[in-house]
RNA sequence: GUCCCCAUCGUCUAAUGGUUAGGACAACAGCCUUUCGAGCUGACAAUGGGGGUUCGAUUCCCCCUGGGGACACCA
């Protein structure tokens, strides 16, 4: 038997990261089985879909690196199809029109399927209040179209979240009833947030957009979230892609609710980051920036490459740069206000960051080593220590007391950018109390 | 309220009858260091409770407790 799943979201909001786990868990199962991944959108409900999501779903899919074998098919097309099969319900006694609806007959007894991770689930049909096919307004409802469909497809596996255990016992006597085959079955857990509640709006970024948009790369992402509710085996961590299809076993599934761990979504997609070719970051992270209107496209890049290679180790995501490193792009820098009281409202700061400035000025070669030496050297001849003169130093240059190495950043900024902000620093900034 | 599902460090997880209960993130301490970060080292940290079954239970069974989910002509 081929596998054959879908992914089948709703276009009524931005893709949650929780259904994102759930194409991805599809999807690496589709791989991993040489199968088929299938979208499929279920847009009956025409008051509540809408194109925006629907484009949305799609771009955040294609960040992911999820593609579809098939589709997208919309439900909102196959009308014929279930009115089709609710007159063959009809027909045959067990549907019933009530009310301008078409409600199935339900009789009762104990209806058990097989959950691939839980295994037997047995439920009683007299708790099913009521189960409607068709809605009045000639639409069919999500349990009807989900068996129709799934049943056409040839749908082999039915991987969801959890929260549709309940529905699954109605599906499954909607299949009998209709004489068609049955699909495993596989309910995922949910992804909760800090009160272990579903991940919802008040934790914070919850669509896969908003993580785009941060600056999270895919592999780090697809990455983090497979390992939520799953391991690879041996205490791996960082697994990328193609291995988490080669390794991934959806009997493996944990069967508890996963926490979504901001902390270790940032420190796997740190180390994605450090693991990249700098000058492949660098593109990024200039595409990044035009985007922001911080570069401009005309940039040099072996500049951007300089600066690259200097804060890779600091980033955790790309946002970051614009965040921590935004001196390297401005001119003159942005001036933190602590920073300043702290470090040039001291007595004799200007006067030691012009000595600096004349110093350095008579370099010939404007570089790390040389930088390093003149600067040690005047904290030795002046009998300074060298935090005395670094850390001013440090703000006069980025406006900032957190930096990467100074002397890297004087050297990629340049002699001509480095003597103007230590001259404005020490006489626009330096020791007025 | 009814029904269903679940239960290992703070978090993500490994170990399905025999381990000093392992790893990772976080937090903490130290090293390195011009700051921060990165890196390295170290210490701390868990089988929810009670009954069984067994020579032996994280592991199998039952009860309790706790958490979550579902109870729409929404999906």
Redesign the pocket.
Known sequence: MSVRVRF???P?GKLHVGSARTALFNWLFAKHHHGTFILRI????QK??NPAFLDDIYASLKFLGINADEGPLF?SQRMPIYQEHAKQLLDSGKAIQ????V?FQISPRQVTFK?L????????TT????L?L????G?????F??VVDDALMHISHVIR???????TPKQVILYEALGLPLPVFA?I??I?GA????LSKRFGATSVDEYRRVGYLPEAFVNYLA?????P?????LVPPEELIELFDL???????????Q??????N??YI?QMPVPKLARMLAERLINKGILQPGYDPATLERITAVIQ????VLEDIEEEHIFFFQDPPQYQDEAVAKFLRQDGVGKRLLELRTRLEALPQFD?AAI?QTTRAMVAEQQLQ??DL??P??VAVTG?????????VMAILGKTKVLHRLEYAATKLADTQ
């Open positions: 089948a979201p709703s009524t279920e847009d009956t409900d509540r879909s439900q009530k009310e301008g609806a409600m959950d991770l839980r295994g037997d689930i047995t439920t009683d708790l099913f209040e009521s409607v068709m809605k009045s307004d639409t069919p409802t999500y349990n179209a989900c979240g959890d929260d549709h255990i309940a529905n309910h857990p949910l909760v009160d272990r509640a579903r390992l939520l509710g799953w391991a085996g041996g205490n791996r961590e009997a493996k599934v944990r069967k508890t609710a996963a926490y979504f761990d902390k270790k979504l940032d420190w796997l740190g180390q450090k180790d600091r980033l955790r790390t390093e060298s935090k670094i850390h130093a440090r900032r007391s957190v930096s990467p190495p100074l002397f890297d």
